[in-house]
């Protein structure tokens, strides 16, 4: 079965860097666009990123574009979300999430927290 | 820049069939925006209901049923069930890459 974990949430201060990642597994990881949506608290749903299956092509909502990296290893089987110059608007729950070939997010991970905070 | 709209909020009766839409604020949604649908419980991650307008994702019961309405997507639940309370948020797909999400809608069955 299709299985996502991120980590690397935590408390960052403001102006800082953290890089989150998510390990795949129960799919062909390589074969398969990915995203990064976040969850503010109390919030809905952000689409942030989005990356090819192949890391060809990435796609970021404006509010990142400039801060946040998405990119892949597919020999790891990881996507990663490299995130620089965070603010207090960044804090939010990170969820991975494998995309449907002609659809959105499909399988999701569980999320993981960031909380931007001096 | 294009807002994707739902509901705030929409209460069923138990037993009963709810309609939840979602919208632009310019222009109509159609099959080529991917509508897919999605159900959230407080603390939970999302789940997967509905994927490009009708199709059921795996274990979905065929009572949530997507479709293209007017110049919305919906997502229709019909014997709604007390568990059935939850967060429905849409996702369409802008073109260029982009995906944008609704607000959501807060469902309440009572």
């Known amino acids: 079965q299709v299985q996502l974990v991120e980590s690397g949430g935590g408390v960052i201060q403001p102006g800082g860097s953290r890089r989150l990642s998510c390990a795949a597994s129960g799919f062909t990881f390589r074969n398969f666009g990915m995203h990064w949506v976040r969850q503010a608290p109390g919030k809905g749903l952000q689409w942030v990123a989005f990356?090819?299956?192949?890391?060809?092509?990435?796609y970021y909502t404006d509010s990142v574009k400039g801060r946040f990296t998405i990119s892949r290893d597919n020999s790891r089987n990881t996507l990663y979300l490299q995130m620089n110059s965070l603010r207090a608007e960044d804090t939010a729950v990170y969820y991975c999430?494998?995309?449907?070939?002609?659809?959105?997010?499909?399988?999701w991970g569980q999320g993981t927290l960031v909380t931007v905070s001096s | 820049q294009t807002v994707v709209t739902q509901e705030p909020s929409f209460s069923v009766s138990p037993g009963g069939t709810v309609t939840l839409t979602c919208g632009l604020s310019?222009?109509?949604?159609?099959?080529?925006?991917?509508p897919s649908w999605y159900q959230q419980t407080p603390g939970q991650a999302p789940r997967t209901l509905i994927y490009s307008t009708n199709t059921r994702s795996s274990g979905v019961p065929d009572r949530f049923s997507g479709s293209i309405l007017g110049n919305k997507a919906a997502l229709t639940i019909t014997g709604a069930q007390a568990d059935d309370e939850s967060h429905y948020y849409c996702?369409?797909?802008?073109?260029?890459?982009?995906?944008?999400f609704g607000g959501g809608t807060k469902l309440t069955v009572l």
């Open positions: 996702v369409l797909y802008m073109g260029s890459g982009i995906w944008v």
């Open positions: 310019s222009g109509s949604v159609s099959t080529t925006h991917y």
């Open positions: 990356i090819r299956y192949n890391g060809s092509n990435k």
């Open positions: 999430a494998k995309s449907h070939p002609t659809a959105g997010p499909d399988y």
